[in-house]
């Protein structure tokens, strides 16, 4: 049977999801790509569990058509997530008697580095490892194989609420799916938007939405910090609904259709002609729309360039990607945001055919990110897959009951293929 790798990114506004098989030497190949209508979620929460079930059930329904067999595992990705990144660091003794790094030295370690002092109304969400330590080695990628008697990790601890993890689980169960595990969307969207040369240099990842901006600051391929801007692409339509006097469908096909930023006015001066809903025609003035588009997005740019300048990391970006739906989709939206900026931007999007949209990259990204983060080991003679973040463990009780304990030590498993 073919490996196939299911993954479904979760938001306001859409649901996306997409499939790829797993066809050997660490390539992918990607079968498809769909995009369902998002119910039951607002801002960035869950706010109707059955209503969000079903728009993860449409969308799991028609990938089943594109491969026609059963699904019953997926990988999740939800926007807004994490609320807080700990620094922490692990540390065990390596347990076999040749001194060898089994793979079960290398979960220990990750374990260890869970021990952290939380608030009973949070959770880990994930494990983000940077630089492994065996011995007096520093700096080490992947330990596997080799020899030592001491092994360390330098790692992230992504936190979120406890009460948005539970929803997604729930809203996901509901739909007879097991989750294989929640993937951070700043490190899905890092694998398939960063070059080789921004690798090593400051890059600023703003993943637009309906709602929300997600704003991922990267240096050095370290996630520093991660945000999120109550303002997304819904409240320009609204601002065009509202001062056009217009539906709000008719405001959001407007913009679609005719929203640009950084505009050549003089070349504008025409107007376009809108029917409402009962058929009257409305003359709406081009240079009216472009100065509500611009005054929302000039916002939404400086609400980030504001927070970036506030915890102290304006000097350390050398250039931004705009991603996701919401403004990325604007044409000029690269060049606007430059001249607030004042660094160079770029829209981020995936090669994958057919999907070369801003608002794919993060769905494709986490199948390039299962992918290349699940390497396979041998343990006693069976091929075991590890992957190189975090996966929740299956519990047979309720999730959401908690002990309220200060200190949390999360139990995690690497799932198997």
Do not use: W
Request: proline share 2%; hydrophobic share 40%.
């Amino acid at each position: 049977m073919k490996d196939y790798i299911v993954c479904i990114d979760i938001g306001s506004s859409k649901i996306s999801g997409s499939i790829a098989i797993n066809i050997g030497h660490g390539s992918l190949e990607v079968v498809g790509v769909i995009t369902v209508e998002s119910k039951g979620i607002k801002k960035g929460s869950i706010v109707d569990i059955d209503a969000a079930s079903e728009s993860i059930n449409s969308c799991v329904e028609q990938l089943k058509r594109i491969i026609d067999i059963d699904i019953t595992k997926v990988y999740i990705s939800f926007k807004g997530l994490i609320s807080e990144l700990l620094e922490t660091k692990g540390v065990v003794a390596i347990s076999s008697e040749d001194r060898e790094v089994k793979y079960q030295d290398i979960e220990r370690v990750k374990n260890a580095s869970k021990i952290v002092q939380i608030s009973s109304d949070k959770e880990i969400v994930g494990i983000i490892p940077h630089n492994y330590t065996l011995d007096s080695n520093e700096n080490i990628k992947d330990p596997l194989g080799m020899s030592g008697l001491r092994l360390e990790l330098d790692a992230q601890i992504a936190i979120g609420r406890s009460t948005a993890i539970n929803n997604v689980y729930k809203a996901v169960n509901k739909c007879n799916l097991k989750v294989k595990g929640i993937l951070l969307q700043p490190l899905v969207l890092n694998e398939v938007l960063l070059r080789e040369q921004d690798m090593q240099r400051g890059v600023l990842i703003v993943d637009t939405g309906a709602e929300t901006t997600e704003v991922s600051v990267f240096k050095e391929g370290k996630l520093l910090n991660n945000f999120i801007i109550p303002v997304g692409g819904d409240h320009i339509t609204k601002d065009l609904a509202i001062c056009l006097k217009l539906p709000g469908s008719k405001a959001e096909n407007l913009k679609l259709q005719y929203g640009e930023l950084y505009v050549n006015r003089e070349e504008y001066m025409d107007n376009i002609e809108v029917k409402d809903d009962l058929g009257n025609k409305i003359m709406v003035s081009k240079d009216m729309l472009y100065d509500i588009i611009e005054a929302r997005v000039e916002e939404l740019i400086f609400m980030i360039r504001d927070k970036l300048l506030m915890n102290g990391y304006l000097d350390v970006i050398d250039g931004a990607i705009f991603t996701g739906g919401g403004i990325a989709l604007l044409n000029n939206c690269a060049q606007f945001a430059t001249k607030i900026l004042s660094m160079p931007v770029r829209i981020g999007y995936s090669n994958y055919v057919g999907a070369n949209s801003p608002m794919y990259s993060s769905v494709i990204g986490m199948l390039y990110f299962v992918n290349n983060n699940t390497k396979v080991y041998k343990k006693e003679k069976e091929e075991v897959a590890m992957d190189n973040f975090e996966l929740h463990e299956e519990v047979e009780k309720e999730r959401g009951s908690h002990e309220g304990l200060l200190t949390k030590i999360k139990d995690f498993i690497s799932d198997f293929f």
